[in-house]
Each structure stands twice: as structure tokens, then as C-alpha cells.
């Protein structure tokens, strides 16, 4: 068995406990979609005939983050769960024949929804699987059903102070500005971003932080994620466009958030009630990663969203 192939059963086996009979009923398949240049893997269960929910996972994770929800989800809806080019186990091109921009990582997701035909779904996003997830929904704002949005950000007062070396970037980048975020993708940084705003760190399974920590190890990936780190700064001058797709079309939108995400604070999940009034805010006694910690809490809450607001 290669290491992939073990990864992704240890992945479902996971899945197996979480899921009891339904996931034995709906089994996680694992799946590969060529989309251009790019091989994207991903994570599908359920009925293709039920109701869709896209999960974009975000910045340092990939599709297994949902290991947990997916079962939980399959026994009603069509779940699936793509990995983003330079995560996971999606193969993408080398940075010289691949632009590692968040338009570049949404026209091929765009691209595989559209491979597999997925003309309407409820949208859940993470971190950077946000900015990927708001382009989706303002090319094509009819397909979104509904969001949700774990600490995926949409608002400047989201921006949390971890973002001050980033910004500098933004402002100047220079090589000097680069090199002083070479800590930022490298596995002792991952860790920590899955233990800060943790009360106790022995809840959260070393699974997520060892398997991204061995895929941003990857030769040329340090330098991908800075490239992405850098680039972010257009989903920052996007956001207006994303709130007028927010306030034009009224998704329902429930937040479930770490309210101690260093990076994306509370009051980026309370601007949604500017424009979706309606939105369902829910904090959580947790970091960035949420569901490694709160699966239990924030699963039954999303179940009971998405089962209220798809007909």
C-alpha cells in the first residue's frame, strides 16, 4: 500500500467511527478529476441525486478536515470535499507553468464543479477555501444555496493581528519582506496554528498538523504558499464585491467560529449581520481549526442549518 493509499484509508476509518451505520450506509469514496493541468483529488459520499454542499477546506489543511462532517452528512446530501492545488493530495504543476493566484485555484475549482456537474450546491468554507469559495458565488450566484463559513473571512475587521507581517508584504513586496515569513509555511508553524486558542491542546488529534506539516515539506511548496500569502492581499480588495453578492442574493449563511482564531477574529463573522440580517453567528472556545475540536458541538448545528435552508 502506498503512503497515499494509507492516509486516505486512515482517513476513512475515522470517517467509520464519526459516521456510525450511516457512514456504512454512505461510504467516503476517494477520487481523483484531471481539470486541466491539475489532478484534483477529492473526498464524495452520498446520493448524487440529494442536495450538494461543497466543503473548501483552507490554509494549513486539506480535504480531510471534513473527515468527521462528511459521513455525518452523506446520509441526506451529496457531499464533496476537492483538495486545493498545492494541498493535499491534488497534483498541480510546478509554480513556472501554474499561477498560484486565488483566481487561478478558483477557476479550477469552478472548472471541476463543472466537470462533475455540479449545477447547484450549499457552499461550506475555511481560511483560504473562503476567497475561493466568494469567487464561485459571484461568477455564478444562482448554484449557491447557502454558506457556511468556518472561519472563512470576508471582512476587513476579520483581519486579526497575525496578518501584520503579511500586510508589510502586501505593502512592499520585497525579498527581505518574503524571507521574513520563511517561518510561515513550515510544519512547527502548522502546529502551532492548530494549538493557539486551544484550552487544551491534547484534544486536538496530531493527525492534521503531521500530514500537513509532510505536505508543505514538499520540494518548491514553501515558496507556492508564500506566492498564495502575497496574493491574498486581492482577495482583501475583493471583499466589497463579495459583500454586495452577500446583500444582493440573501444565502442563508450560518458562521461557526474559533473565536480565538489569531488570524480571523470574531467581528469578521458578526459583519455578516450588515448584510444577510438574517444570518445564524455561533461561537465557539476554540482556535482556527474548529472542527478539530468542536466536531461534536458544530456538526449538528450545520446539520440542522443545511436540513432548515435546502429544500
Given at each position: 500500500m502506498t503512503t497515499t493509499q494509507s492516509i486516505a484509508a486512515a482517513g476513512l476509518g475515522v470517517a467509520l467511527l464519526a459516521g456510525g451505520a450511516h457512514a456504512a450506509d454512505n461510504p467516503v469514496h476517494y477520487r481523483y478529476e484531471q481539470v486541466g493541468d491539475v489532478k484534483v483529488f477529492y473526498r464524495e459520499a452520498g446520493n448524487p441525486q440529494a442536495p450538494t454542499v461543497l466543503l473548501l477546506h483552507g490554509f494549513a489543511a486539506s480535504s480531510f478536515m471534513f473527515r468527521d462532517l462528511i459521513p455525518a452528512l452523506a446520509d441526506r446530501y451529496h457531499v464533496i470535499a476537492p483538495d486545493l492545488p498545492a494541498f493535499g493530495f491534488t497534483e498541480a504543476p510546478a509554480r513556472s507553468e501554474y499561477a498560484y493566484t486565488?483566481?487561478?485555484?478558483?477557476?479550477?475549482?469552478?472548472?471541476?464543479?463543472?466537470?462533475?456537474?455540479?449545477?447547484?450546491?450549499a457552499l461550506m468554507v475555511h481560511d483560504y477555501g473562503a476567497p475561493v469559495g466568494w469567487r464561485l458565488a459571484v461568477e455564478h450566484p444562482t448554484r449557491v444555496t447557502a454558506i457556511i463559513s468556518q472561519n472563512g473571512n470576508a471582512y476587513e475587521e476579520g483581519l486579526g493581528d497575525g496578518w501584520a507581517p503579511?500586510?508589510?508584504?502586501?505593502?512592499?513586496?520585497?525579498?527581505?519582506?518574503?524571507?521574513?515569513?520563511?517561518?510561515?509555511?513550515?510544519?512547527?508553524?502548522?502546529?502551532?496554528?492548530?494549538?493557539?486558542?486551544?484550552?487544551?491542546?491534547t484534544t486536538v488529534s496530531p493527525d492534521g498538523y503531521t500530514l500537513e506539516g509532510?505536505?508543505?515539506?514538499?520540494?518548491?511548496?514553501?515558496?507556492?504558499?508564500?506566492?498564495?500569502?502575497l496574493d491574498y492581499a486581492n482577495n482583501v480588495a475583493m471583499y466589497p464585491q463579495y459583500q454586495e453578492f452577500?446583500?444582493?442574493?440573501?444565502?442563508?449563511?450560518l458562521a461557526v467560529w474559533g473565536k480565538n482564531d489569531p488570524f480571523f477574529l470574531p467581528a469578521g463573522a458578526e459583519a455578516w449581520?450588515?448584510?444577510?440580517?438574517?444570518?445564524?453567528?455561533?461561537?465557539?472556545?476554540?482556535?482556527?481549526?474548529?472542527?478539530?475540536?468542536h466536531a461534536k458541538e458544530i456538526i449538528p448545528v450545520i446539520r440542522e442549518f443545511l436540513d432548515k435552508s435546502i429544500r
Open positions: 486565488f483566481s487561478q485555484l478558483a477557476k479550477t475549482i469552478g472548472q471541476f464543479t463543472e466537470q462533475l456537474k455540479l449545477d447547484k450546491y503579511i500586510q508589510r508584504y502586501w505593502n512592499e513586496p520585497s525579498q527581505k519582506n518574503r524571507e521574513a515569513l520563511s517561518d510561515f509555511p513550515t510544519p512547527a508553524s502548522i502546529k502551532w496554528q492548530y494549538l493557539e486558542g486551544v484550552s487544551d491542546p509532510l505536505q508543505i515539506s514538499r520540494p518548491g511548496n514553501a515558496d507556492i504558499q508564500l506566492d498564495l500569502v452577500f446583500r444582493k442574493y440573501q444565502p442563508p449563511l449581520k450588515r448584510d444577510i440580517p438574517g444570518a445564524d453567528i455561533r461561537f465557539y472556545d476554540t482556535g482556527h481549526f474548529a472542527l478539530e475540536t
